[in-house]
């Protein structure tokens, strides 16, 4: 049905708008301090492992970090690959060359199987990121030590203890992981991940920018789970979900939900979805003072989200319109 669907048999908004461009800034104090921390420590760092969502490849790297990598040997990594369309990587490998970012690798860090092949591409790309620049003080250490950074919630903890899991004999996480934005709050302990030669993983808070350059890509981070949802708002990340998938002519969403057509309004979007999942609530009316039955919107916007982020509504490359 999806497939059939054109966007020009319907009146689609061309504009997204926020009641508030501030509700897309997230920047704690935490994040602040992480920045400090990671300036303070860089004259013993050898690389810097830039992690990111594959998604937004663009819209999710934060500038505050160029100042950081220019000082080091700087690998790219783009985590969560089998919930990205790559159908333009040659395009995003060209414009990140155009932009001087030379070694990159995309992963997925979140399989049970042990892939060797992504610690050798790391170390194989890491190295020689190392070997091509001075170490300056370090020329006579013998063991490598990996800076991760990254915005929150893209996976620098899950490939922290991934990387750990795949050359090491530990099993247990090393570093805290979880769903939502902020979990790491501080700079982590070196974590071995390889013996021969010695190499180390350093993980660090998610940092966004302090301001963002515009709504598009505060969505775009708020929909990839980078700040938390009720900081945004759930329905609001939704309604640019509709938004941009309607834009781009993915209809998945229709035919997921069984819905006769395409939706271009959030909240009979989430009516629907609230009364398909059984999503109830009571609550006491203003007028009765009696308890009425009211499709929960939240719980229905909540749903919706996981099920996009698992990429149950499709694959997707949200930075298209940055080619």
Partial sequence: MASRISSASYPFRKNFTLPDKDMVRWFPGHMQKGVLQVQ???????????????????????????????????????????????GNKQRILSKLNSEGVD??????????????????????????????????????????NLLVLGVPNIGKSTFLNYMRRLNTTHQKKAALVGAKAGVTKSIGHRVRVNFDPPIFLIDTPGILTPTVPNIHVGMKLALCGCMPDHYVGEEYIVDYMLYWMNKQQKFYYVKYFELQEPIDDVMPFLKHVALKKKLIKKIKSTETRQLVHIPDFSAAADIVLKLFRKGELGKFMLDDDLL
């Fill in 103 to 144: 070694n990159v690798m995309f992963t997925q860090s979140t399989v049970t199987t042990k892939n060797s092949f992504v610690s050798k591409e790391l170390f194989s790309m890491v190295t020689k990121a190392i070997e091509a620049r001075p170490r300056f003080h370090r020329e006579e250490v013998n063991e490598f």
């Fill in 40 to 86: 303070h420590m860089l004259k013993n760092i050898d690389c810097v492992v830039e992690v990111h969502d594959a998604r937004i490849p663009f819209s999710g790297r934060n500038p505050r970090f160029n100042d950081i990598i220019s000082l080091r040997p700087h690998v790219l990594v783009y985590n969560k690959k089998d919930l990205c369309d790559l």
